[in-house]
């Protein structure tokens, strides 16, 4: 009954798949933090879900992105710089800097959810170093956090 509901409902099943992989991708790209996990991931494991313990080092050339990149991170970072908060787009006074979390040197990738927007005195002070990341989805849209003690 299950495969003869997928074949009559073929192109609805598509249209839902294909919306349902844009709101995920959204999701994804709009949580720095989520973001970051990412990252990391991909670092443990690489691309090829093959890792070497202790062989981490850099396997792809810094590239410079397109234009969109930068616009992209100014929307997901709320144009603040993800370090210290400041309003690079309101402020005037910074172009923002985009960063990699997880430094190309050290294993990171040149991937969207590797990168993030930081002002210059930031990104000068952050070096190749790993920082704490913080979310970068508003308060009004999250959900709280629920802990195995709280009641749901």
């Known amino acids: 009954m299950f495969m003869r509901l997928c074949r009559n409902q073929r192109i609805a099943l598509l249209q839902l798949g ?6 995920i991708s959204d999701r994804i790209l709009h949580d720095r933090e989520l973001c970051h996990f990412i990252a990391q991931t991909v670092m443990d494991i690489g691309f ?8 981490r080092s850099q396997w792809v050339e810094r590239e410079r992105g ?11 970072d709320r144009g603040k710089c993800a370090s210290c908060g400041i309003d690079i787009v309101q402020e005037l006074r910074e ?4 960063d990699h979390m997880f430094a190309l040197a ?7 959810v590797n990168l993030q927007l930081l002002c ?9 170093r790993v920082e704490t ?8 849209v999250r959900r709280p956090r629920i802990t195995p003690n709280s009641p749901a």
Do not use: F
């Open 18 to 23: 294909n919306t349902y992989a844009y709101v």
């Open 48 to 55: 090829d879900g093959e890792t070497v313990e202790g062989m």
């Open 66 to 76: 397109p234009s969109r990149i930068k616009q992209i991170l100014r929307s997901r």
């Open 95 to 98: 172009e923002g800097h985009i």
């Open 106 to 112: 050290a294993g990171g990738c040149n991937d969207l």
């Open 120 to 128: 210059s005195n930031c990104n000068r002070k952050k070096l190749d």
């Open 133 to 140: 990341v913080t979310s970068s989805v508003p308060r009004y």
